[in-house]
Every structure is written in C-alpha cells, then in structure tokens.
C-alpha cells in the first residue's frame, strides 16, 4: 500500500476551520478504484461576507488522482455555502487529501480558513486465486420476434405488391388504349381527312367560331404537309411555307393558288379579326380536302410498279 500526499503552499493568516467532507457519488461500503467523489467544505454565515477566493485543484490531476470536475459552489438554507470538487482515484492505496484553505473577505478583513484534509482507502474489488475459472464470452442475447416487429415488413411487401400490380394494370391498359402492337399507324392521308371531318356543317361559320374552325382546318393540312412533303409546317409561316411548296410536282398551280388563299384568309380571321363570308366559309372543307386528295393521288402515281 502507498501514501499519496498532495501538499499545497503555504497561505498567511491561517484559521483552522473544521475539517472537509468527502461524499461518493456513487453510494457504497467502501471506495473502489475509479469511483467519483465530491471533496470540498462546508462554510456557515457565508451570507455576511462579500466574496471568497478558492485554491486552485488543477495539480491534482495525475495518473492515481484525477479532478474530474473543479469548483461548484451552492447555497445552502441559513446563509451556509457548500463548495466541491470531483476527484476520482485509479490506483489503489491509502491517499491523504490536501487540506482546502477559504479566502474569506469580509469588510474589512481577509481571513484564510483552513479545512481540514481526509484520508481515504481505496480499494479494488477482491480476486480469488484459487476458485477463479475463465470462461468463454457469451455469444449475444437473443429475443423471440413479436408480430408488432414483424408487421411494418409485412406491409412494406404488400404496398410494393400493390404498386407492381398498378404498374402492370396501367402499362396493359395505355396497351390497349394506344393500340401498341396493334399494327401499322393510318396513313397521312387518312389522319388529315379523319381531322377535317370534324369540322363539317356550318356550325363553325359564327363569327365568334371562325378562329377554332379555320386554325383546326389549317392545323390538320400543316401536319399533312409535315408528313408527305417533308417541310416543318407547323413552325412555319404561312409565306414561308408556300415559299416551300412552290415548285412541287404534286401541286397543280390551281391547287397552289386555292391552298395559298385558304392560309393568307386563316392568318386575317386568326390575327387580323377579319370575319369570313358564309360563301368563303363553304369552300374552306373542299378546298382543304383536295389538297389532300390530290396530293395523295400523285403520290401513288410516282411511286413504281411492284
């Protein structure tokens, strides 16, 4: 067993004061290596002086003796004040605590007071030799599954079933709806024709109505264009696109005037407000329709026999 011995300096004006207390933190019969223990004083009528001055602890810590926490002063009922530190001891052995001296300043006096310091023992916690056994580490403890651990992984598979099978449904059903597999798209032709049939019949000649019927009209003829002739109508201007057009061989010079017209009014009734004749009205279908048809019947007259 070793004496270990913390000596502080010398302070003028000593007092002896009492002794200090030392209290475990953790509760037991005796003080084991590495416990934490509070060691400080205890001063009464503390409230009629101005101030105090505390040693410092710092040159405790070592490799046996540790401060694990410095000074904490608290106020205890009928003006006492209770100071601490925290040291903890990692060596076994009789230890002799430094006393603690207290500044005191009162008003017109500086006192120091002297608490005295403790002896402690610490001790390990006992082997014997003779009956001690090594024994192998334990493999981790385990517990029986609970269906409440189990259910969240239950319903995550579910939902990713159901959205699986929603992806399937959706995918077969855009199938069915667009016709994939179904065979060869319709033809230009047919596709423009198809468009202008829908704006048969005079409905559409109201004033109010004219801008809807002649873009439908003109829109359809422009995707054809875009089709068979190979020029990006729909980003054209009407000048632009007959500037195109001009020099077709499928295009007849009556059919290229015809069409011409029916453009050059769409663009004044779209942007210019214009209100087209119930006369100017009727011939729009017929004249976009044998665009169309005659344009696709020279086509097939180019293309060579089989």
């Known amino acids: 067993m070793k004496i270990l011995t913390v000596i502080l300096a ?12 030392l209290r475990q933190l953790q509760k037991r019969d005796s003080i084991l290596v590495a416990d934490q223990l509070e060691y400080g004083f205890r001063l009464d009528g503390a409230d009629t002086l101005k101030g105090i001055a505390l040693p410092d602890f710092e040159h405790v810590s070592g490799d046996t003796l540790t401060l694990v926490r410095s000074w904490q002063l608290d106020t205890l009922k009928g003006g006492s004040l209770e100071g601490t530190v925290v040291i903890a001891p990692f060596e076994e052995g009789q230890y002799v605590l430094p006393d603690i001296p207290v500044l005191a300043i009162g008003e017109s006096v500086q006192d120091t007071l002297i608490f005295k310091g403790l002896e402690m023992e610490v001790k390990t916690i006992p082997i014997d030799t003779a009956t001690f056994e090594i024994h192998d580490i334990k493999g981790q403890m385990t517990y029986p599954v609970t269906f409440a651990e189990v259910l969240p992984w239950i319903l995550g598979v579910l939902a990713a079933a ?38 048969r019949g005079d409905k ?37 696109l007959f500037d ?43 004249t976009a329709v044998r665009f169309v048809t005659d344009t696709y019947s020279s086509g097939l007259e180019e293309e060579p026999e089989e």
């Open 244 to 286: 195109a057009l001009k020099g077709s061989d499928s295009l007849t010079p009556e059919l290229y005037v015809s069409a011409k017209e029916l453009f050059e009014r769409a663009d004044f009734v779209k942007f210019a407000k214009y209100t087209a004749t119930a006369e100017e009205n009727a011939a729009v279908l017929p």
């Open 10 to 21: 010398v302070i003028l004006d000593i007092i002896p004061f009492g002794e200090a207390f």
């Open 162 to 199: 159901a959205l699986v099978w929603l992806l399937v449904f959706l995918a077969r059903r855009y199938r069915s709806t667009h016709g994939a597999g179904a065979g060869p798209a319709d033809p230009p032709h047919v596709v423009a024709l198809r468009a202008l049939d829908r704006y």
């Open 204 to 240: 559409y000649w109201a004033p109010e109505r004219q801008k809807a019927f002649y873009s439908g009209v003109t829109d359809a003829l422009k995707q054809y264009i875009d089709d068979v002739f190979g020029i990006d109508a729909p980003e054209m201007t009407t000048a632009e």
